[in-house]
């Protein structure tokens, strides 16, 4: 039988316009094995320890910052007589998709072996650890333009950390250990499930477009999310679904149609399985708690 960790699956701020929360954790215990369907960062300012990802163990001192992609395993272990002090950041993979005029920065998820973490010194450790504090303060702050600063913020530092890698031979060295491994990786399957759910995206389409047997892509999204297809495709339609009734006037039926049901009866008999209670009723209690 395949072991599952923990998987978490929701965070603060998660139904909302601006899906992400930054906070700042002491971990005298590290923090067990885990895995979830939204992305994260986090960047150490004090003590040590290590974290494995997917059975890759680095070191976890001042400077790291580590950015992980969803369903991957981690865990984090604290050095005896130590705490670790770190930021962590987890934010929807929407965050990440550009505008019409803009660039997007979902190929930085795309890039399946490039190294999960970077130790900074210097310069860069200086910057970053500006932009991750800064990003901190204005996430407490209800100043205008709020949201828009922390979009900005959490590009500048990914950014940042994407710069470092390439030129700081962490990431050859992790392409290298992973191109010694032998398997197929499932990450641009997630990848491109994450861009399409929106659309009439059968498991055929996935396999034909992936040049593998219908049989096979659901064995590997089932290892990979815990999930079948359909429990995976179901989750990505109702999390959005919640962020546009917590966040728009959209109609029920509009946000049916935009999140890739074709019909509405369908949409609210899915979405009261997933959660509980009807569209409208959620949209009015998400109301009263604002």
Same mark, same amino acid.
């Given at each position: 039988? /395949?072991?599952?960790?923990?998987? %978490?699956?929701? +965070?603060?701020? !998660?139904?909302?316009? $601006?899906? #992400?929360?930054? &906070?700042?954790?002491?971990?005298?215990?590290?923090?067990?094995?885990?895995?979830?369907?939204?992305?994260?960062?986090?960047?150490?300012?004090?003590?040590?320890?290590?974290?494995?990802?997917?059975?890759?163990?680095?070191?976890?001192?001042?400077?790291?910052?580590?950015?992980?992609?969803?369903?991957?395993?981690?865990?984090?272990? /604290?050095?005896?007589?130590?705490? %670790?002090?770190? +930021?962590?950041? !987890?934010?929807?993979? $929407?965050? #990440?998709?550009? &505008?019409?005029?803009?660039?997007?920065?979902?190929?930085?998820?795309?890039?399946?072996?490039?190294?999960?973490?970077?130790?900074?010194?210097?310069?860069?450790?200086?910057?970053?650890?500006?932009?991750?504090?800064?990003?901190?303060?204005?996430?407490?702050?209800?100043?205008?333009?709020?949201?828009?600063?922390?979009?900005?913020?959490?590009?500048?530092?990914?950014? %940042?950390?994407?710069?470092?890698?390439?030129?700081?031979?962490?990431?050859?060295?992790?392409?290298?250990?992973?191109?010694?491994?032998?398997?197929?990786?499932?990450?641009?399957?997630?990848?491109?499930?994450?861009?399409?759910?929106?659309?009439?995206?059968?498991?055929?389409?996935?396999?034909?477009?992936?040049?593998?047997?219908?049989?096979?892509?659901?064995?590997?999204?089932?290892?990979?999310?815990?999930?079948?297809?359909?429990?995976?495709?179901?989750? %990505?339609?109702?999390?959005?679904?919640?962020?546009?009734?917590?966040?728009?006037?959209?109609?029920?039926?509009?946000?049916?149609?935009?999140?890739?049901?074709?019909?509405?009866?369908?949409?609210?008999?899915?979405?009261?399985?997933?959660?509980?209670?009807?569209?409208?009723?959620?949209?009015?209690?998400?109301?009263?708690?604002?």
């Amino acid at each position: 039988m /395949t072991y599952f960790p923990d998987y %978490l699956k929701t +965070y603060p701020n !998660m139904d909302t316009a $601006n899906p #992400l929360h930054i &906070s700042l954790n002491r971990l005298p215990n590290g923090f067990r094995a885990h895995r979830h369907d939204f992305l994260e960062f986090s960047y150490v300012v004090e003590g040590s320890g290590f974290e494995t990802i997917n059975e890759t163990k680095h070191a976890m001192v001042p400077g790291t910052f580590t950015f992980v992609l969803p369903y991957q395993v981690h865990e984090i272990f /604290t050095s005896a007589g130590s705490q %670790l002090q770190l +930021y962590n950041c !987890m934010f929807s993979m $929407n965050l #990440l998709m550009g &505008s019409a005029s803009g660039e997007g920065l979902l190929k930085l998820i795309d890039l399946a072996g490039a190294a999960p973490y970077i130790q900074l010194s210097g310069k860069d450790n200086e910057r970053m650890r500006w932009l991750v504090e800064d990003m901190y303060r204005e996430y407490a702050e209800n100043h205008p333009w709020r949201q828009t600063m922390l979009q900005l913020r959490l590009k500048e530092i990914l950014v %940042l950390f994407d710069r470092a890698r390439r030129t700081s031979g962490c990431d050859s060295e992790q392409t290298a250990l992973n191109e010694g491994r032998k398997g197929w990786s499932v990450w641009p399957v997630i990848h491109y499930i994450h861009q399409h759910y929106q659309d009439e995206l059968a498991l055929s389409d996935l396999a034909a477009k992936f040049s593998l047997s219908v049989s096979r892509i659901s064995e590997v999204i089932k290892e990979t999310t815990g999930q079948t297809y359909v429990q995976f495709l179901r989750d %990505l339609r109702i999390r959005h679904a919640c962020g546009l009734l917590a966040s728009t006037e959209m109609s029920v039926a509009e946000i049916a149609m935009e999140v890739g049901y074709g019909s509405y009866k369908t949409f609210s008999r899915v979405f009261r399985e997933s959660k509980g209670l009807a569209p409208k009723d959620y949209r009015r209690m998400k109301a009263a708690k604002t």
